[in-house]
C-alpha cells in the first residue's frame, strides 16, 4: 500500500525538498503550509503531480485527515522570519505540535519533529552532544524560537510517555541549498546574492570564526533515515554537517564560483557573534548509518545555480 505521508512547511526550503523526495520514492504525499515563508515557486513543479496534495492551513489549528506519516517542519527558522511575530512562532511550535501530536495519536502515524541546535542555547560546550541540557535565555528575541521548540520537543517525549504516540526528533544544524530565502540574513545565501550582485561581501572580525553548513539533500536523507529507524530510536539526534570551514573560506569559495569581482568589507566581530558552530553526529552514524556525503564546493555550485535563476544574474 502507498504510505501517506503529511508534509507540514511542505512549501518551506527543506519542506519542499522533502516532498520531492518522498514522491521519489513512491509516497502519497499531503504538503500543508500556511505561505508564511514558504513560497508557491518551491512546489509549483509539484502541482499536478498524481500523488501530490497540497493544502493551505496554518497547524495552529487542528487538521483533520488520515495519514501514516508525519513530518512537522512548519515553523519560521530564521531570525528575521521568527522574530517578526514572536508570538505566531510560538503558537507555531507549541500548538502546533499539539495539534500535529494528537492527529499522530488519532491516526496512530509515526511523528518526526524538525527541531533545532538552537535548543542548546548559547552553549557552554563544543561541539554540542544530544545529552547537553542547554542554555537558552527564555526571555530574550530568539527565546520565541528557542523555547518553542524546546517545548514542542518536551511536548513529543510526553505524548510517547503518556500515549505511546511514536515519535522521532531531529536537532537539524544550519542547512543550506537551493530553495532557500534569498534575504533571510543567513550567511551562505547573504555571501552568494552579494557576489552575483556585484556588491561588497562583509566579513566581521576577520573572518576567522568557524561554520558547519550540510547540503539539503543531505540533511533531507537523514529525516527520511530517521523516520525509518526502528521504534526505539526516537531522537533526540543531532543532524548536519561537521565538517568545518572559516568565513573567509566560504567568502573565497563563493568569489570562485560565481567568477564573481565583488570586494571584500571588513566590519568589527559582534560580540554574540559564536567562534565555533559544528554539530557531535556520533550517534546519527550509529544509529541510522547516515552522514552528508555532498562536500561544499559542489553544494555551493548548485547552490549558486538556483540563486543565478532567482536573481537573474
Ligand atoms: N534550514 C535550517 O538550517 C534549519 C535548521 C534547524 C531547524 N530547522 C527547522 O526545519 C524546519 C524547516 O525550516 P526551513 O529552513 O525549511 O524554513 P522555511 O521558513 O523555509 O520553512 C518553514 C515553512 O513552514 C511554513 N509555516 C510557518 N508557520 C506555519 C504555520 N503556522 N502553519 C503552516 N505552515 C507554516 C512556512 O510558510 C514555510 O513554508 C523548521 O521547523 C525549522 O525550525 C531548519
Redesign the pocket.
Known sequence: MTRKVLV??????????LCDALLARGDDVLC????????RR?IAHLMGHERFEFLR?????PLYVEVDEIY???????PV??QFDPV??T???VI?AINMLGLAKRTKAKIL??????VYGDPEIHPQVESYWGRVNPIGRRSC?DEG?RCAETLFFDYRRQHNTRIKV???????GP???PN?G?VVSNFIVQALAGAPITLYGEGRQTRS??Y?DD?IAALIALMDSGEDVTGPLNL?NPTEFTIADLAAQVLTLTGSTSQITYAPLPSDDPRQRKPDITLARQLLDWAPTTGLEAGLGRTIGYFRGVVGV
Not at 507540514?8 to 525538498?17: D, P, R, Y
Not at 500543508?32 to 513560497?39: K, L, P, R, S
Open positions: 507540514t512547511g511542505g512549501a518551506g526550503f527543506l519542506g519542499s525538498h500543508v503550509d500556511n505561505f508564511f515563508t514558504g513560497q518551491n492551513h496554518d497547524i495552529t489549528f512537522n517542519l512548519a515553523c519560521p527558522a530564521s522570519h521568527y505566531q512562532t503558537k507555531t511550535s502546533g519533529q524538525a527541531s533545532t541546535s538552537e524560537y521548540k531531529a536537532r537539524i544544524f544550519n542547512t543550506y530553495r532557500m530565502h533571510d543567513r553548513f550540510c539539503v540533511l548536519g
